[in-house]
């Protein structure tokens, strides 16, 4: 555990050392002040022309980063350092879910010190975020497979993160998963239980979360 910690530490330390110097980055840092100066957090700009090519979610982040700790490379990066660090966790619970403590520990060690996942998570690149939601939809479909008595209740949290998951970067992150469980049920001959995943229920859930900024988006453009 000692090892984990000391791991997950450097995703924090000197965030802010380094210049915006990626470009994708840039998108990222510059979208949310131009936001906070119009007082406009529906649409997204860049230079303060329209940028519609992502969903909202990355830059409301970042957005709320600035308002509590001032813009700065540092401030602008700390979301996605604390979504590496989700990530991280996500990959301890399912291996403690499915192989125990030590699995978990083993998982979430390999994964922290992974150089590339060091490098993203420095940086905003919202691939961390959509990672982030992604695991936690499957993290928590686990957690319905494993533990029926609160089935109910792992199943609606698992759409309220496939909704922040669409509202980060589209439909991807409800694609990815239904792929992943669709070949999980069939493989164990088991298609039949799709009808017991409250799907009509955890649409409504997803569609509530992601359905406003679309609608006042589209009232306004």
């Known amino acids: 555990a000692a090892l984990l910690v000391a791991a997950v530490v450097p995703y924090f330390l000197n965030l802010g050392v380094s210049s915006i110097w990626d470009a994708n980055e840039a998108f990222y840092a510059q ?3 131009e936001m906070m ?3 406009d957090y529906v649409t997204p700009s860049f230079n303060f022309q329209l940028r519609m090519n992502k969903p909202v979610l990355s830059y409301w982040n970042v957005a709320a980063s600035y ?14 350092a604390i979504g590496a660090v989700v990530i991280i966790g996500t990959a301890f619970a399912l291996g403690r879910l499915l192989g125990g403590t030590t699995a978990g520990l083993f998982a979430a060690l390999v994964l922290a010190t992974s150089p590339r996942l060091v490098l993203l998570a420095r940086r905003i ?14 993290l928590l479909f686990a957690l319905a497979e494993m533990r ?9 949290l698992m759409y309220v993160a496939a909704g922040f998951g ?3 970067k589209g439909p991807v992150a409800v694609l990815l998963p239904a792929v992943v469980f669709f070949v ?3 493989s164990q001959k088991r298609l039949g239980d799709l009808r017991h995943m409250m799907l009509p229920a955890g649409a409504l859930i997803s569609l509530a979360i992601v359905v406003p900024w679309y609608y006042f988006l589209y009232r306004e453009h």
């Open 125 to 138: 690149i919202i691939d961390i975020h959509i990672t982030m939601w992604t695991g936690l939809v499957l």
């Open 166 to 168: 669409v509202l980060t």
């Open 31 to 33: 979208t949310p002040r």
């Open 67 to 80: 308002h509590l700790f001032g813009i700065s490379e540092w401030s602008e990066r700390l979301p996605i």
């Open 184 to 186: 999980y049920l069939a």
């Open 148 to 156: 029926p008595q609160r089935r109910r209740v792992y199943l609606c």
């Open 37 to 39: 100066e119009a007082g």
